[in-house]
């Protein structure tokens, strides 16, 4: 069976692994499927506050600003203003950055994070540090506390711009995250099927970046895209067969603990693609196909497997193990509220 890795891209709370992989994982693994789990979100975060990253964002800013300053006689105000915070920007101290973030770290992952002064302090030696990091990627606005980012000239909800962000090295930070970090775990790991967990609107930029770049580099893998957002956007990416093949190849809808696991089957040749449920394809002539839906016996689930999530990354004095017992909510009936929209039905 082929071998496969699940991703789940930035950017949710990096205190502890998100389920979604876990959950996927216990499925595959018991069904025989070799499964590597990558939590990019908690990786980009750690990475983020290196001196190796920091370093790579001062030469961005200097590379910004000498092309700028190449074309000082025709620019816009805009741009002229720009080119003053980039001038401005190079001569922040960051080596004493680069230690304050170190220590940050240290107090995040350790019992000093309950003494609140020190807490704050670190914090805000993370929010020093994304202003940088933003400027780099201006307009991009990065964010670390609170987990706000956003690329400003891109809009998840305009297909157009999810299939052009990817390419942007300019303001696009998780294009550079995926060279960075995801390219460099599929040259090591060597997955045929890579799985990304898509959940938020911001999800849907860094994973789709990630999908195209990773279809790009390596067009024999299958990418296939999941996760509560993708099943909302179910309707509208099911009319939009150039994405099909170009930034992923099939989409999961609603749950995807067993679907994952006969897609991975019918990749494998050990069964037909139309007997995936849940799933959304385009086929070799170019015809989409949209399968049936299946949803999950709760009860008959294994528990969450969490082998390989990297614990020592995430941002907490504690080891924090997230378990849902149920799917869905039993009430139900809050006007305002979407938590059943990933759910064929509610609650179980
Ligand atoms: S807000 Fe949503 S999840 Fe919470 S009780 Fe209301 S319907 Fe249920």
Redesign the pocket.
């Given at each position: 069976m082929k071998k496969v890795m699940l991703i789940f891209p930035p950017e949710w709370v990096p205190t502890a692994p998100y389920l979604a992989l876990p959950s996927l994982a216990a499925v595959l693994r018991q069904n025989g499927i070799d499964t590597v789990l990558k939590d990019i979100n908690v990786e980009m975060y750690d990475h983020i506050f290196t001196p190796g990253f920091l370093l790579f964002v001062k030469s961005k800013i200097q590379d910004r600003f000498k092309e700028l300053k190449q074309n000082a006689a025709n620019l816009s105000a805009e741009d002229a203003e720009l080119k003053q915070m980039l001038s401005d920007y190079q001569h922040i101290d960051l080596d004493y950055h680069i230690q304050k973030v170190g220590r940050a770290k240290e107090i995040m992952r350790s019992e000093e994070f309950y003494e609140v002064e020190k807490s704050e302090w670190a914090l805000n030696a993370f929010r020093e540090v994304m202003e940088y990091v933003s400027v780099a990627y201006f307009p991009a606005s990065i964010q670390f506390y609170p987990i706000e980012s956003n690329l400003n000239v891109y809009r998840p909800w305009v297909s157009e711009d999810l299939l052009k962000v990817p390419f942007d090295n300019k303001v696009n930070v998780y294009a550079d995250i995926c060279r960075q970090l995801v390219l460099r775990s599929i040259r090591k790991e060597k997955p045929e099927v890579v799985g990304i967990s898509i959940g938020t609107p911001v999800q849907l930029m860094s994973g789709i970046t990630f999908a195209t770049l990773i279809k790009e580099a390596f067009p024999d893998i299958h990418v296939t895209v999941g996760g509560n957002i993708i099943t909302r956007l179910k309707d509208e990416f099911a009319k939009k067969p150039h994405f099909f093949g170009k930034a992923f190849d099939s989409m999961i809808t609603y749950e995807g603990e067993h679907a994952l696991v006969w897609l991975v089957e019918a990749l494998s040749g050990k069964r037909k693609m139309n007997e995936v449920s849940n799933l959304i394809y385009k086929d070799e002539e170019g015809q989409m196909h949209v399968n049936e839906t299946y949803q999950e016996r709760v009860d008959q689930l294994p528990p969450p497997d969490f082998d390989g999530m990297p614990w020592e990354k995430y941002f907490s004095p504690e080891k924090l193990v997230p378990y849902l017992g149920t799917r869905g909510?039993y009430?139900?009936?809050?006007t305002?509220?979407d938590?059943?929209a990933g759910y064929i039905d509610q609650f179980r």
């Open positions: 909510c009430w139900g009936k809050c305002f509220c938590h059943g």
